[in-house]
């Protein structure tokens, strides 16, 4: 493979997990290989004065009952042990990768053939079988191992094949077939390298078991024959004279335990730096870098951002007041939203807009405390029903979402429990709720569906996910939402993985639910039609900023940022048939990576030097929104706000 | 003649005839499409539309070979390709190329975008390391990433990136025809005017034919020359695109129109 394996070893050589097992396995082969070299005696030289002694400057781990070194007699026995995993082990993958690979990729009748062998393998006892082949091979190490690297296949192949299955349903596979890659090519360069890690593990595992079992031949003296030196003879040594000396059970034993357990971890710490390389979760360079980078936006100072208007909302539901959210990163502590304020009061709909990876899923976190892993509101204040809820535990969080704020998300399926009915999971979803009998919730169930429209409601209680469309589950998703009378709905994208037909239907429901209850809505989605059709108030966000705020109306007819402009022209539903349609070029800078100034500024056809200079206030010109741009002044022709404070 | 200025000339690169496709179930077959018709020209766009459920991508799999056809025939530049398997396969997917919905899905993760670019090539030739890469990057020029993008992991991208990547891909072997499966409806809508754009303009500079499924009229309407609707697996309407959007014949159609609402959005104009 051409890629960088430098990054990789260097990865590996700084974690403990894999240098401490790497070390003790590389000195013990070099001990076992090296013996006729390295070790302080022949492995038969008896001391007859010295016999059963403990550990001693003559015998480093003292002698067994006939005076010999333990230590050389473990090093003469290492090889063999060594030689006895490799044979086992070796045979167990070289035939259950491929066969593993080929039933998983090619499915069908192969797999059927290749599943029922293995079935027929996996009922033989193999102990009998392993007693008889040493019975028939004169005690024969080799012919023992092998009997046990064939007795692993079926196991070994169960596992390649259920993970090349699902590597195998990835899309990129059906497009690495549709590039002319027969099975062998997918299996090498698509599956086996995502299968690695988990090869790796189970090889460790199988490693420790054959270490195991030999030692356990060997110990009822059915392997290698005394007084030639085994780990499993010597083990049986101790066990022997173990009223006499306790010692020797703790070189012996001790030996065979950390060698399993190296292995073990070898095996694990392999398989977690493997995945890194492209999974991108690595946790060495998140230590050393961490006290490296600052955050660049919160050094700059901001400049006092106008947002009375974003929190005018009439009776709010949940206001946020300058939150930002910073997450621990690869690069330092990192903002993910800066300085953002919100609000949306009583049967009010308040839309967020904007391209991904602008933060607007992340407010909706915030505000229902399901910020992830590592992020947290470092600065500015989340109120809901007027209550500062920053101090909020978990449990405190548990009790306001699902109660006073419920949430629907862009798959609603993921939502579902395919293992519960519809009914099962509404009657769950009222019940956390309310106190009520079986009957109570089943009819309250029944009602929710009637709420979200769903025809026949008595049928959709006793289907399973499986069995509805996409619609319907995000109606039921709904129902299940509304379980509790929420007080406000956050909808993250609702109708985007939606066919078109269906997308309007759910927006109309989303509204008819709300003038029915009174109950707030934060809309989130990059679709203006979905933010013209249910929203009162739009607010345009940006790179993590809001940058437009107004009543949609205005925002969407006469907008003032010129980030709104390009994103309202850039709709292919808007575009002319046979002319290009309007973009925005480039691309939403990271969090990490936004400019100390505009964070639109390098994107934008109006940028003037002013843009870059120094963090962009909101300004409000008028009552009828907020605006994130030097040039908002100028545009209206009113010659206004100088803008940094 | 169509507005997007393409040349669409001579015989059907694509001739779809009576295509009936079931998926089998406990022993029943349930049909996914029943007798489609369709044809593609060279150079030519057509658009596949209907909901889901509505057996658009299982026409866009019958054609890949990623499945089985029950009935009819599917001709490429004349062939039958209905049932072509193992080598004949292989060779046509010179020919045949795919562009998928899931832009996260549709990369390996664990491969450079490089490594990815180059497989259709390692497969069919065996060119110096030197020929690939120069190829390599031909092609991440025409989708507009630059060169060092090769060396990256597509985790390092955005979703309208992988999808470019992913287009990269399907254009490497220099293709005749391409089916996108739904091939920017993951993606946020300026994001996927940028996609359509390049659409457009790697048709106009390849003579590439596009069997283009989706779910919205809207986006298909700047692309296709003609619009054929699937509803639950047969074709309700088929026409020019101009034809499908000035005088709809089937209700299903008029309702998608609708749903695509592009007379009721207000223009901004900039």
Redesign the interface.
Known sequence: M??PQVPFVRRALGRPRITVPAVILVLELIASFGASWLAPYPPQQADFTAALSGPSAKHLLGTDRLGRDVLSRLMYGGADTFREIAIAVLITLVIAVPLGLVAGLRRGRIDAVLMRMADVVMSIPGIILLLIVLALFSQSMTAAMVVIGLLSVPGMMRVVRSASLTVGR???V?????????TW?VAR??VL??ITGLILVNAALACANTLLIAAGINAIGLGVKPPAPSWGGMMADAAQTLNQSLWLAIPTGGLVAVTAAALIVLGDGLRDTLAE????TSHATTTRRRTAVATTAAAAAAPQSDDAWLLAEPHPVVRLTKVTVTAETEHGEVELISDVSLAVGQGRTVGLVG???CGKSMTGLALLGLLPNGARVSSGTVEIDGVDVGPYGPAQWRELRGGTIAFISQEPMVGLDPLFTIGQLLREAVRTHEKLSRKEATLRARELLEQVQLPDPDRVLKLRPSQI??GMAQRVSIAVALAGRPRILVADEPTTAL??????EIVQLLRTIQRDTGMALLMIS????VI?EACDTALVMYAGQVVEAGPTERV??A?LHPYT???????????T??E?????PG??PPPGQWPVGCHFADRCPDRVARCTEAPIALTQPDDQGVARCVLVGDELGEELLEVSS | MSTSGVTVTGLPLLDIRDLSVSYHRRGKGTPAIRDVSLDIRPGETVALVGESGSGKSTLGRAVLGLTAVTQGTILFDGEDITHAAGARRRELSKSVQAVFQDPNGSLNPALTVGQTLAEPLLVHSRDERSVVQQRVREVLELVGLPAEAADRYPRQFSGGQRQRIAIARALVMAPKLIVCDEPVSALDLSVQAQVLNLFTDLQRETGVSYLFISHDLAVVRHLAQRIVVLYRGDVVEHGTTEEVYADAQHPYTRKLLAAAGVQSAAPATP
């Open positions: 051409s890629t990835e899309t990129y059906a497009a690495a077939r549709v590039s002319g890659l027969g090519r360069r698509h390298p995502r390389r492209w999974s991108g391209e991904s990876g469309s996409g066919d078109v037909t269906v997308q309007r990059h679709d203006w039609d013209a969407m007819t907008p402009r390009k994103l309202l022209a850039a709709n292919p539903r808007l575009a048939v046979g290009p349609i309007p973009t925005i691309t939403v």
